[in-house]
């Protein structure tokens, strides 16, 4: 099993950053790419971001290219996520998800992960 906490969220205005993390324990050498997704109520989860904790290759969803930036730390079993220019659409639950096999072919899809942390909320004013 493989546990994911993450940490960071909070209140912004537009235009602001915030940085969220995500810590990860227990087996963690069975965690092959990590990725990032967000909620809003009534919505279903949507793809955010993609790593792989090997290679360091990363993917984006459109809506966050160039301004979102996903990093892992390998030595302290963290992946964190950067955002920048932040806009009010950007508003959701924030998860870490975890894959247990390479999924760079459905890497966007929420069933392709093995686990998820708890979530932390983003909130962006306008």
């Known amino acids: 099993q493989v546990q994911l906490v993450e940490s960071g969220g909070g209140l912004v205005q537009a235009g602001g950053s915030l940085r969220l993390s995500c810590a990860a324990s227990?087996?963690?050498?069975?965690?092959?790419?990590m990725g990032w997704f967000r909620q809003v109520p009534g919505k279903e989860r949507d793809f955010v971001a993609w790593?792989?904790?090997?290679?360091?290759?990363?993917d984006y969803a459109t809506s966050v290219k160039g301004r979102f930036t996903i990093s892992r730390d390998n030595a302290q079993n963290m992946v964190y996520l950067k955002m920048n220019s932040l806009k009010p659409e950007d508003t959701a639950v924030y998860y870490c998800a975890a894959s247990r096999v390479p999924n760079w072919l459905t890497r966007s899809t929420a069933a392709s992960y093995d686990y998820w942390g708890q979530g932390t909320q983003v909130t962006v004013s306008s």
């Open positions: 790593i792989s904790m090997s290679t360091g290759s990363t």
């Open positions: 227990g087996r963690t050498f069975s965690t092959v790419h």
